[in-house]
């Protein structure tokens, strides 16, 4: 599928997806479209939504999607959606440090993370904070179930797929877009499927990047 195909696929209604593709990922993907008129013309969000119908639709990404369905983790499909998104986006300002300093700060968050997660799971300012989130409501206005504490556990484990993906050798341009997404969702795997799944990773990177020809040799020369 040519990212003109992608494009035109965007544009059509939950009926036109395959029926392999997550329900909860295509409403993520309708979600992130509605919310594209926030972002700024050069803000690489912008893209995300057309990424992730990509995910949606090439055929090959039906594997991916079957053994995210075998993993014993919590919400294992919507959260790879959120680490390919954030992946495409490429690296981000922190970058700028030393390799040091950065898994360093990445350490940092994901304690921090951790701990206020411990302190606030099971506790009424744990419900009371998530209805303060207009991301996390329903159609009709009520505050969904999930809980602060889950939104912190998430950025936990992000920040351990960020350090897993940001070690290695640096990368510059295009290059150093796709090396992060690959990094990223090899430690994504990791943590979700107990190994680095390269075969899944080529897949997902060939339908983000609408380039059929990339393959696990690559992966492993990029996240070996």
């Known amino acids: 599928m040519t990212k003109r195909q992608a494009a035109r696929m965007t544009k059509t209604n939950n ?32 893209d995300c939504p057309d990424m992730l119908c990509r995910l949606l639709t090439y055929p090959d990404m039906q594997s991916v999607w079957d053994a995210l369905r075998l993993s014993k983790k919590m919400w294992p499909a919507l959260v790879f959606a959120g680490a390919a998104g954030f992946a495409f986006c490429g690296p981000r300002g922190e970058a700028r440090l030393t390799p040091g300093q950065h898994q360093a700060y990445l350490g940092k968050v994901q304690k921090l993370s951790a701990d206020l997660c411990k302190m606030l799971r099971g506790t009424e300012l744990d419900r009371m904070l998530i209805e303060r989130l207009d991301l996390y409501r329903d159609d009709v206005g009520h505050a969904c179930w999930m809980r602060f504490s889950e939104i912190l556990d998430s950025v936990a484990s992000g920040a351990r797929f960020y350090a897993a993906a940001s070690a ?35 897949i ?3 339908a983000a990047f609408d380039d059929p020809s990339f393959t696990a040799r690559q992966v492993i020369r990029l996240a070996p």
Do not use: C, Q
């Open 15 to 46: 009926a036109s997806l395959p029926k392999w593709a997550p329900a909860d990922v295509i409403s993520h993907m309708n979600n992130y479209r509605s919310k594209l008129k926030h972002y700024a013309a050069n803000d690489p969000r912008r």
């Open 204 to 206: 997902a990177t060939a």
């Open 168 to 202: 290695g050798k640096r990368t510059h341009g295009e290059d150093a877009r796709r090396a992060y997404f690959v990094r990223h969702l090899t430690g994504f795997f990791r943590e979700y499927l107990g190994g680095p799944r390269r075969e899944l990773v080529a």
